[in-house]
């Protein structure tokens, strides 16, 4: 361990001395920062917060397979690993301080980074500093593990910089690094599920955006580690010290293994993950929230439809409240309604609807719906909307308000609900005014749609006015 510091030390002395090589450590992911920030976020603070994470991702990627990985690959090819060989040094040195000198680099790069985002962009930093410290360790961990087992299976600088522009261009392109998730299509949001980058960028937007605990991405963490764990052995495994000495096919067969925790991660994230209803709330984040849907105080303005505080509510929710699923997923995605206790605003009780969304035959969604049957009580005023209460889950829901004349257009409104109790309005004037009297039963509809996964909704309080 004592040698392997004393090597990183001298590499990062040797750094520090080099023009060309100060620009790209220091100068170079600036760039990438006044780019994403000035340029595609316009300056604003929100928006930069946003891209903050894909900003330091690209910097660690690059540190990873063209600092520390082609570096490797030239320091063989120069025969600079000559000088170590007759001192009592190991391979394991070698790589250790390779990683090592690479960490040390990357922790004041990230804080010049924090700081001129605040400075020049006036970014909130909506992180405390032990979770941003711990991404950038396993994120440069990870793609160090990355740089380094390409470097071990490269026999010379051209096909290292074959192997580094492919894997680059895919992780650049397709794990949300240069373009939102939300906005490439549903094929390449499952991809991205088994590229690391997006582990990364995702995990820095869930965080810093929506507030998310660093807890509530350990799989996207374990996956991370698990990789450069494989790449630090592999690259110790393979180590070469001539440029003349060559690896086996058996060897670049060994070398494969180091995508196996990504394979697994990305079945495992297809399957059971919801990372499109995620991605989806982060980048909703971006703009303030419609006045629909933003927090506001209880009122208690309109008349009151559904309170679920009868006691035969149970009995009730069987014969009003429907459930249907997207047929092609038919079996597979269910949903089902309970009373809880209590409800919003100190009532007694809501209703609860929850259940799990199953890929459709052929997609990468489904859907679950609930619809509530109601008809207007006797002399109430043309409807002009619904106010309810409602709370849940971060998936991405729609409510829709369907009148009993077909032809008419159906109101509806997209939401993603908090944890905390919130009024939602779904405005429907007009549509009363053009239906005859004796026709006044609607249905007022709960819809989610997305990748499979658990969902879960609270409603209150529902309202007409």
Same mark, same amino acid.
């Given at each position: 361990?004592?040698?392997?510091?004393?090597?990183?030390?001298?590499?990062?002395?040797?750094?520090?001395?080099?023009?060309?090589?100060?620009? +790209? %450590?220091?100068?170079?992911?600036?760039?990438?920062?006044?780019?994403?920030?000035?340029?595609?976020?316009?300056?604003? #603070?929100?928006?930069?917060?946003?891209?903050?994470?894909?900003?330091?991702?690209?910097?660690?990627?690059?540190?990873?397979?063209?600092?520390?990985?082609?570096?490797?690959?030239?320091?063989?090819?120069?025969?600079?690993?000559?000088?170590?060989?007759?001192?009592?040094?190991?391979?394991?040195?070698?790589?250790?301080?390779?990683?090592?000198?690479?960490?040390?680099?990357?922790?004041?790069?990230? &804080?010049?980074?924090?700081?001129? &985002?605040?400075?020049?962009?006036?970014?909130?930093?909506?992180?405390?500093?032990?979770?941003?410290?711990?991404?950038?360790?396993?994120?440069?961990?990870?793609?160090?593990?990355?740089?380094?087992?390409?470097?071990?299976?490269?026999?010379?600088?051209?096909?290292?910089?074959?192997?580094?522009?492919?894997?680059?261009?895919?992780?650049?392109?397709?794990?949300?690094?240069?373009?939102?998730?939300?906005?490439?299509?549903?094929?390449?949001?499952?991809?991205?599920? @088994?590229?690391?980058?997006?582990?990364?960028?995702?995990? +820095?937007?869930?965080?810093?955006?929506?507030?998310?605990?660093?807890?509530?991405? /350990?799989?996207?963490? &374990?996956?991370?580690?698990?990789?450069?764990?494989?790449?630090?052995?592999?690259?110790? /495994?393979?180590?070469?010290?001539?440029?003349?000495?060559?690896?086996?096919?058996?060897?670049?067969?060994?070398?494969?293994? @180091?995508?196996?925790?990504?394979?697994?991660?990305?079945?495992?994230?297809?399957?059971?993950?919801?990372?499109?209803?995620?991605?989806?709330? %982060?980048?909703?984040?971006?703009?303030?929230?419609?006045?629909?849907?933003?927090?506001?105080?209880?009122?208690?303005?309109?008349?009151?439809?559904?309170?679920?505080?009868?006691?035969?509510?149970?009995?009730?929710?069987?014969?009003?409240?429907?459930?249907? %699923?997207?047929?092609?997923?038919?079996?597979?995605?269910?949903?089902?309604?309970?009373?809880?206790?209590?409800?919003?605003?100190?009532?007694?009780?809501?209703?609860?609807?929850?259940?799990?969304?199953?890929?459709?035959?052929?997609?990468?969604?489904?859907?679950?719906?609930?619809?509530?049957?109601? %008809?207007? #009580?006797?002399?109430?005023?043309?409807?002009?909307?619904?106010?309810?209460?409602?709370?849940?889950?971060?998936?991405? +829901?729609?409510? /829709?308000?369907? #009148?009993?004349?077909?032809?008419? #257009? &159906?109101?509806?409104?997209?939401?993603?609900?908090?944890?905390?109790?919130?009024?939602?309005?779904?405005?429907?004037?007009?549509?009363?005014?053009?239906?005859?009297?004796?026709?006044?039963?609607?249905?007022?509809?709960?819809?989610?749609?997305?990748?499979?996964?658990? +969902?879960?909704?609270?409603?209150?309080?529902?309202?007409?006015?």
């Amino acid at each position: 361990m004592k040698h392997s510091i004393r090597i990183a030390l001298m590499g990062i002395r040797l750094v520090m001395r080099t023009k060309v090589a100060l620009f +790209f %450590t220091f100068i170079f992911p600036l760039i990438f920062l006044f780019v994403y920030a000035g340029i595609f976020a316009h300056g604003n #603070p929100r928006e930069v917060l946003y891209l903050f994470g894909p900003v330091v991702t690209l910097n660690i990627m690059s540190s990873g397979f063209f600092g520390l990985g082609l570096q490797s690959v030239m320091q063989r090819e120069r025969g600079s690993l000559r000088r170590y060989r007759l001192a009592p040094l190991g391979a394991g040195n070698m790589v250790l301080s390779s990683l090592i000198a690479n960490y040390l680099l990357e922790l004041p790069t990230i &804080a010049l980074l924090v700081f001129c &985002a605040m400075a020049f962009f006036h970014m909130p930093l909506r992180i405390d500093l032990l979770t941003l410290f711990l991404l950038v360790t396993v994120g440069t961990f990870a793609f160090a593990g990355f740089g380094l087992t390409i470097a071990s299976v490269a026999n010379t600088m051209q096909e290292a910089q074959v192997y580094n522009n492919v894997f680059w261009f895919a992780l650049l392109f397709l794990s949300g690094v240069t373009v939102p998730l939300p906005m490439l299509p549903g094929w390449i949001q499952r991809f991205a599920a @088994f590229l690391p980058a997006t582990y990364l960028v995702s995990s +820095f937007q869930a965080i810093m955006v929506g507030g998310q605990s660093v807890f509530q991405h /350990k799989a996207e963490m &374990a996956a991370l580690l698990v990789s450069g764990t494989f790449g630090v052995l592999l690259a110790w /495994k393979l180590f070469r010290w001539e440029k003349e000495e060559r690896i086996t096919t058996r060897a670049r067969v060994i070398a494969l293994t @180091f995508v196996v925790p990504f394979i697994v991660m990305g079945f495992w994230m297809n399957e059971h993950g919801n990372l499109a209803a995620t991605w989806k709330q %982060t980048f909703s984040m971006l703009s303030p929230p419609a006045p629909a849907v933003q927090q506001q105080a209880p009122t208690q303005e309109g008349t009151l439809l559904n309170g679920f505080e009868s006691l035969e509510q149970s009995e009730i929710l069987l014969k009003t409240w429907q459930v249907s %699923t997207d047929p092609t997923a038919a079996g597979r995605s269910v949903g089902e309604f309970e009373v809880i206790s209590p409800g919003a605003n100190g009532t007694g009780h809501a209703l609860r609807f929850k259940g799990r969304v199953e890929a459709a035959l052929g997609s990468n969604t489904g859907y679950v719906t609930a619809r509530y049957p109601f %008809t207007l #009580p006797e002399g109430a005023p043309p409807l002009r909307g619904m106010q309810l209460e409602i709370r849940g889950d971060s998936r991405l +829901f729609q409510a /829709k308000l369907v #009148p009993p004349d077909p032809t008419l #257009p &159906a109101p509806s409104l997209n939401f993603i609900p908090d944890a905390e109790w919130q009024s939602i309005r779904l405005p429907a004037a007009g549509l009363a005014a053009n239906l005859p009297p004796h026709r006044n039963s609607w249905v007022l509809e709960f819809r989610v749609d997305g990748p499979p996964g658990g +969902f879960q909704l609270d409603i209150d309080e529902i309202r007409i006015y």
